[in-house]
T-cell receptor, first 114, second 111 residues
Framework: EAGVAQSPRYKIIEKRQSVAFWCNPI?????LYWYQQILGQGPKLLIQ????????DSQLPKDRFSAERLKGVDSTLKIQPAKLEDSAVYLC????????????FGSGTRLTVV | QKEVEQNSGPLSVPEGAIASLNCTYS??????FFWYRQYSGKSPELIMS????GDKEDGRFTAQLNKASQYVSLLIRDSQPSDSATYLC???????????FGKGTTLSVSS
């Protein structure tokens, strides 16, 4: 089966600019996650979707970050305006449902804010 | 605040030795436990999952879980240079919630 697709792979922007990342989960996977991984740290959950509904966005900085999954399939994460501390890898993952199992990550988008 | 703690390392072992990676978690209600391997510049890859107390073996990897001590470990037997990576411990508190990750332990296997 095809894996989790993410684009772009790399992005460099200036602070205060906006940026968007795209994710297409594994076919049929109802649950989609966006994680932020800062260099030297473990991934931190930003938002979890179940189909097109938000399950958990408690750690999403809502003043600058937004995410949507309008048709319950692919998803977009946006940052506006970006800050230097947003430099990180943004990882998308998906799972078949909300069970106890683990999930598969995409290749990630490395964002550098200068 | 639910937390997952790992020693960041680096942990250095010679080729052929056993590498032991440890993880503790704060939420006693946690139900499922995972080990991910992450090579430099790559995304995390699931290598082991464990749900009940005891040991689970898969090839050269053994995951151990002790819920009373809130402790999870990963043993890598016959370590190879290709095992050099960061190993992330992840915990799911209950069905429906997302994984909480530790900071990872960097393993270096020298030939």
């Amino acid at each position: 089966e095809a894996g989790v697709a993410q684009s772009p792979r790399y992005k460099i922007i200036e602070k205060r600019q906006s940026v968007a990342f795209w994710c297409n989960p594994i076919s049929g996977h109802a649950t989609l996650y966006w994680y932020q991984q800062i260099l030297g740290q473990g991934p931190k959950l930003l938002i979890q979707f179940q189909n097109n509904g938000v399950v958990d966005d408690s750690q999403l900085p809502k003043d600058r970050f937004s995410a949507e999954r309008l048709k319950g399939v692919d998803s977009t994460l946006k940052i506006q305006p970006a800050k230097l501390e947003d430099s990180a890898v943004y990882l998308c993952a998906s799972s078949p449902g909300q069970g106890v199992g683990g999930y598969t990550f995409g290749s990630g988008t490395r964002l550098t804010v200068v | 605040q639910k937390e997952v703690e790992q020693n960041s390392g680096p942990l250095s072992v010679p080729e052929g030795a056993i590498a032991s990676l440890n993880c503790t978690y704060s939420d006693r209600g946690s139900q499922s436990f995972f080990w991910y391997r992450q090579y430099s510049g790559k995304s995390p890859e699931l290598i082991m999952s464990i749900y009940s107390n005891g040991d689970k073996e898969d090839g050269r990897f053994t995951a151990q879980l002790n819920k009373a001590s809130q402790y999870v470990s990963l043993l890598i037997r016959d370590s190879q240079p290709s095992d050099s990576a960061t190993y992330l411990c992840a915990v799911k508190n209950q069905a429906g919630t997302a994984l909480i990750f530790g900071k990872g332990t960097t393993l270096s296997v020298s030939s």
